[in-house]
C-alpha cells in the first residue's frame, strides 16, 4: 500500500532517490541526473517566494517515494481570478505503475486545486504509450490541444 502527502523540505532526500531509481529504471527516459546542483535548487524553492504557487505531491511506500507531481497556479490577468492550474509534472516508477499511485497523485492534486478555488487543470501530454493511455483515463477531463514549448533567450 501507499500513501499520498504534499512535497515537504524534508523529502527532499527520498525524492532525488526516487530520481535516481527513475533513471535507472528508464535510463532512455530521463536524461539528466539529480545532480548537487539539482538538490540545493530543490532546497532553495522552499525559501523562494517564486514558488509559492507551487502545489507538490508525493507518493510513498514506505520510506521510499515511488511518485510525484507537480502543479502550479497561473496567476494571469487575463482571468483575474487564478481559475486555472498547470500541471507540470506526473510520474511513477515504472516498476509501481498500474497500482493507481498516478491516478491517486492526480487525485490528491484536484483536491488542492479544488480548496485553491480551482476549476480547470491544465497539462501537456506526454506523447508516449503509456502516458497517453493515462491521459485518456481520467475522469472528467479532455484532450483538446497538444503543446508548444518557447524557448526564452
Known amino acids: 500500500?501507499?500513501?499520498?502527502?504534499?512535497?515537504?523540505?524534508?523529502?527532499i532526500e527520498r525524492v532525488i532517490d526516487f530520481e535516481r531509481e527513475l533513471r535507472r529504471q528508464e535510463p532512455d527516459t530521463y536524461y539528466w541526473e539529480?545532480?548537487?546542483?539539482y538538490r540545493r535548487q530543490l532546497e532553495q524553492s522552499f525559501e523562494d517566494e517564486?514558488?509559492?504557487?507551487?502545489?507538490?505531491?508525493?507518493?510513498?511506500?514506505?520510506?521510499?517515494?515511488?511518485?510525484?507531481?507537480?502543479?502550479?497556479?497561473?496567476?494571469s490577468r487575463s482571468d483575474a481570478s487564478c481559475y486555472s492550474a498547470y500541471m507540470d509534472w506526473i510520474c511513477v516508477l515504472k516498476s509501481e505503475?498500474?497500482?493507481?499511485?498516478?491516478q491517486a497523485l492526480l487525485d490528491a492534486?484536484?483536491?488542492?486545486?479544488?480548496?485553491?478555488?480551482?476549476?480547470?487543470?491544465?497539462?501537456?501530454?506526454?506523447?508516449?504509450e503509456e502516458a497517453q493511455s493515462f491521459y485518456t483515463s481520467v475522469e472528467h477531463a479532455s484532450i483538446h490541444d497538444t503543446g508548444i514549448w518557447i524557448e526564452i533567450k
Open 109 to 128: 492534486l484536484r483536491e488542492k486545486c479544488k480548496e485553491q478555488g480551482v476549476g480547470v487543470l491544465i497539462a501537456l501530454m506526454a506523447n508516449n
Open 97 to 102: 505503475r498500474h497500482h493507481k499511485v498516478a
Open 50 to 75: 517564486r514558488f509559492n504557487t507551487a502545489l507538490s505531491f508525493i507518493a510513498e511506500k514506505g520510506d521510499k517515494v515511488i511518485g510525484r507531481i507537480d502543479a502550479s497556479l497561473i496567476s
Open 1 to 11: 500500500m501507499f500513501t499520498i502527502k504534499e512535497f515537504e523540505k524534508d523529502d
Open 34 to 37: 539529480p545532480d548537487e546542483t
